[in-house]
């Protein structure tokens, strides 16, 4: 069964920083590509990060420079460290997977709980 489990949200001032993990399970976590979204009040979701199951990255322009993922394939965990944090950052922030399986058939999309990040200024 697919497990996304993100922790790490919380509240920050304006400028700080935070951690987010999401802890994997049920699927070969190292041969696939793993994204982060948010979601404010009233906002669309939206793509934040994604790392490739080589590594390569890709984020959204409003967090570029300040926001970076990464993975270790050993502990099944995604990270997300959000450096230089600004108010309009706040929102839930979700895990997410669309899992293939070794042969390359498609298993699903699959999501976390989401995790609430709250910047104030």
């Known amino acids: 069964q697919v497990r996304l489990v993100e922790s790490g949200g919380g509240l920050v001032q304006a400028g700080g920083s935070l951690r987010l993990s999401c802890a994997a399970s049920?699927?070969?976590?190292?041969?696939?590509?793993m994204n982060w979204y948010r979601q404010a009040p009233g906002k669309q979701r939206e793509l934040v990060a994604r790392?490739?199951?080589?590594?390569?990255?890709n984020y959204a322009d409003s967090v570029k420079g300040r926001f970076t993922i990464s993975r270790d394939n050993a502990k099944n965990t995604v990270y997300l460290q959000m450096n230089s944090l600004k108010p309009e950052d706040t929102a839930v922030y979700y895990c997410?997977?669309?899992?293939?399986?070794?042969?390359?058939?498609?298993?699903?999309?699959?999501w976390g709980q989401g995790t609430q990040v709250t910047v104030s200024s």
């Open positions: 790392i490739t199951s080589g590594g390569s990255t």
């Open positions: 997410n997977a669309v899992v293939y399986s070794s042969s390359g058939g498609y298993l699903g999309n699959y």
């Open positions: 049920g699927f070969i976590f190292s041969i696939n590509h």
